[in-house]
């Protein structure tokens, strides 16, 4: 019992102070939002490991006739993860449409490793697409899992939105586009601390 009770304590610690390093806050930069009238009156903001846009033209169909279709186009840097032993391996993505009638959304993101001068390096970390139309729910989320443990990323991603005249309400709105970049330390500096935890329950078993 004394010795599971040690196994537990060293897995909280190791726990929370993965956690810690998850949450040190990520420097956004080069944000861009693309293109008029879509991209009209758009700002961001950051939080921590997460950034927001607000889109609030966004829109094609009916509410704007004539504009009948447009493209949206968002791209960001993320980098200085809190040291050169923190990595990026995941990105999150939650996004809101809404889409009457005809109306379609089609979004893509593709996520790519940068070097410290901003040139993209390899193939692409990962990349998602999603469809909303009439018929899907407003709210979607996914994880972009990267295939390789970075320190530096550029985010992609694209809204094509329709919305033909139809006979009835047609519309294709961006309503929330949220992301929030998950951090953890280098196998290295995990061993390191566990290593540590067991001397710190070490001391304490001689005393």
Not at 13 to 39: D, E, G, H, K, Y
Not at 72 to 93: R, Y
């Amino acid at each position: 019992m004394v010795r599971t009770n040690r196994i537990l304590r060293l897995a909280l610690v190791a726990s929370m102070a993965a956690s810690a390093f998850a949450a040190q806050a990520i420097t956004f930069s080069n944000v861009s939002i693309q293109s008029p009238p879509l991209s009209t009156g758009s700002s961001f903001t950051t939080i921590g490991n997460s950034i927001s846009f607000f889109t609030p033209n966004a829109l094609v169909g009916d509410a704007v006739d004539p504009l009948r279709s447009g493209v949206l186009q968002i791209q960001f840097d993320a980098t200085n993860f809190g040291g050169p032993n923190m990595l990026a391996n995941e990105i999150s993505v939650n996004l809101a449409g809404v889409t009457l009638g005809s109306g379609t959304i089609v979004f893509v993101e593709t996520v790519f490793e940068i070097d410290s001068n901003g040139n993209e390096i390899g193939a692409p970390l990962g990349s998602v697409t999603h469809q909303f139309d009439s018929s899907s729910q407003p709210i979607w989320s996914t994880v972009i899992q990267f295939n390789r443990q970075v320190q530096a990323i550029r985010a992609k991603k694209s809204f094509v939105l329709s919305a033909a005249d139809t006979d009835v309400t047609d519309l294709a709105a961006v309503a929330i586009v949220n992301q929030a970049i998950h951090l953890v330390p280098e196998p290295a500096t995990m061993t390191a601390l566990g290593l540590g935890a067991v001397g710190l329950l070490a001391r304490r078993r001689r005393k």
